[in-house]
């Protein structure tokens, strides 16, 4: 059972990781669109920075996603265990 400040704490923890893996999607994508750009590189008939940067981020994400649920987000009642409301 966790007491208020570790319910905050965890949730505070969540949302810095989530926000993370938000980051580096994003800087991937925008990072690849633009330095493979220019390139003019073909794979499968798609331009390679398409390839790179948007399937790319997909797969990042799924792996961020799957890494999140199994080593950070932990599964706990958002209710008060006093079950008092301070109406």
Do not use: D, K, Y
């Given at each position: 059972m966790m007491n208020k400040e570790q319910k905050e704490k965890q949730i505070r923890k969540e949302a810095g990781y989530t926000?993370?893996?938000?980051?580096?999607?994003?800087?991937w994508n925008t990072a690849f669109a633009y330095l493979?750009?220019?390139t003019g590189t073909r794979l499968f008939g798609?331009?390679?920075?398409?390839?790179?940067?948007?399937p790319g981020m997909f797969v990042i994400a799924l792996a961020g996603v799957a890494f999140l649920l199994k080593k950070v987000f932990r599964d706990f009642s958002l209710d008060d265990e006093e079950g008092g409301s301070d109406e």
């Open positions: 926000l993370a893996l938000f980051a580096l999607c994003f800087v493979l750009s220019g798609l331009p390679l920075w398409w390839l790179v940067s948007t």
